[in-house]
């Protein structure tokens, strides 16, 4: 988690008052695989006894007029996921978190799902990972960014309290 990303903040300021316990994880330092490789840190852990929990990447983007349904990610946030996946274990699903901020009078969620923080509002989505990567197609070779087609994306992401309740 970086301090200073609204998305983030928004986002556990939201669990934190959904009650839902969680681990930030700060990015400042990788770790690394037995192999010596960079791993991408995760942003969040929820981690529930008897239940599946969730190694959460979030991904804020602007939910407006000149972009609906973001819902792009990297390379190394394909990897990163699948190798907390891996370290973590069978009960530990990837899941992307992608952060809207409101910037328009269209959002992913009814309004009383929309959660304000400092004056903006956010409609939160997930999916995991194993959902993403069966519909991800390249985005963009050179910047190796990866998205969904929107009308995918709507068919496999859930209101993020869809996964925690």
Known sequence: MLLQNHYERAFETFLREQKIPYLAVMERHRNKTD??????????????????SY???????????????????????????????TIFGENFCGLFVFAYQICGNKSPLPPEDLFEYKNNLYGFIGISYRDYLSEVKLLSPRWQTFSLPSDKFRKLARPFLDFVR
Do not use: M
């Open 55 to 85: 190694l959460i990447d979030v991904k804020g983007r602007k939910f407006s007029p000149k972009g609906y349904w973001r819902s792009w990610s990297t390379h190394d946030d394909l990897l990163g996921l699948k190798e907390w996946e």
């Open 35 to 52: 192999d010596g490789k960079s791993i991408k840190n995760l942003d969040f852990v929820i981690s529930r006894s008897g239940e599946t």
